[in-house]
């Protein structure tokens, strides 16, 4: 009987506990699946059960499901969806430190910014942009260094920029406009379509292994590097504020730590699959170029020009413009030091 008893109290605590579970849609801001980006998103549902012991779900729905792509941070302000994951740089216009902080040109790698964000300060700087807005922004993945973009011209100058027409996202489509580029933001379901029909001359979206995913390597000849305008990138889990407040504290330190359990798995997952895709790509006739030292020397200097607007015209950029360049300082004392000659 005390057996009895005991699996019938049981059974009843596992009830409330499943009775007690919240299941928040999340609409994401790339295509269901996608690897890395929207894998992301799955990855942190699968640790944020776990980390809540499954009082917490996340039910993601692909771009377009729920919402357009771009409409995902209006929707989640307005509380019509508890929550959002996107690339932080997609709100630049709404919200001047996410296009900043979200990728910044010639700025620091995953490493850095990683650090930045978590450890330095930055977190609680770009908060304050989307507590206005009614929404608590986790910082909860990190790209590494992405590609310059697929062309289907070459660059050889900073004059072939003029006319241009480019997708890119974030700060690196004022840049290039600066070099007389035409950059638009195109969501990445779009973009086969638009390079196919000419709609643009190029297009950037992500590491190797996404951007296979998207077809490039069938409609466009070059693929340039580095990817100057995002040395690293956040991804990030939007939630309404009323959502989040709703939660324990301790649920909410749950949820953080998955947050950063999930920014480790971007960080290991990205390096090694890269090299195999690109060596796909030549394989199907794709060039891989390196723009010339003198494009990317009139880039970083509009790129400063660029940061250096949204730093005075927004306080909140300011304040993060100033401390990723604090930070960045500070560390590369300790990177300078910890170079290591080629052995070539």
């Not at 891989?288 to 306080?315: G, H, M, Q, W, Y």
């Amino acid at each position: 009987m005390k057996t009895v008893a005991t699996l019938s109290t049981a059974f009843a605590l596992a009830t409330t506990s499943l009775a007690q579970a919240e299941t928040l849609d999340v609409a994401s801001t790339f295509p269901k699946n996608m690897p890395f980006l929207g894998e992301g998103a799955e990855v942190l549902a699968e640790n944020i059960a776990t980390a809540t012991g499954g009082e917490v779900e996340l039910r993601v729905h692909g771009a377009g499901d729920l919402v357009p792509a771009l409409e995902v941070l209006n929707q989640v302000s307005s509380g019509a969806i508890p929550a959002g994951w996107d690339f932080m740089g997609y709100w630049g216009g709404t919200i001047p430190v996410a296009g900043l902080a979200g990728a910044m040109p010639f700025g620091p790698g995953p490493d850095l910014f990683t650090g930045w964000m978590w450890e330095g300060g930055g977190m609680e700087i770009v908060q304050q942009a989307y507590t206005p807005l009614n929404i608590k922004m986790l910082p909860c993945h990190v790209t590494a260094p992405e590609p310059g973009g697929w062309f289907n011209t070459e660059i050889n100058s900073v004059e072939d920029l003029q006319g241009l027409r480019m997708r890119i996202s974030g700060m690196g489509g004022q840049v290039l406009n600066k070099l007389g580029a035409s950059t638009q933001l195109i969501p990445g379901g779009e973009l086969y379509v638009a390079l196919e029909r000419g709609r643009i001359d190029a297009t950037e979206f992500s590491l190797p292994v996404v951007d296979k995913s998207l077809g490039f390597a069938e409609i466009a000849k070059y693929y340039y590097f580095p990817g100057w305008h995002q040395p690293a990138s956040w991804n990030t889990l939007i939630i309404n504020m009323d959502v989040w407040d709703g939660f324990g504290e301790e649920v909410q330190d749950q949820i953080m730590a998955a947050c950063k359990a999930t920014v480790t798995w971007s960080l290991a997952a990205a390096p090694e699959p890269q090299g195999a895709i690109i060596d796909e790509f030549r394989a199907q006739g794709v060039e891989t170029k390196r723009f010339p030292d003198e494009v990317l020397d009139a880039l970083r200097e509009a790129s400063v020009e660029v940061l250096e607007e949204a730093a005075a015209n927004d306080p909140i950029a300011g304040e993060a413009y100033e401390s990723i360049k604090a930070y960045m300082a500070k560390a590369e004392i300790w990177d300078d030091l910890q170079q290591i000659p080629s052995g070539d």
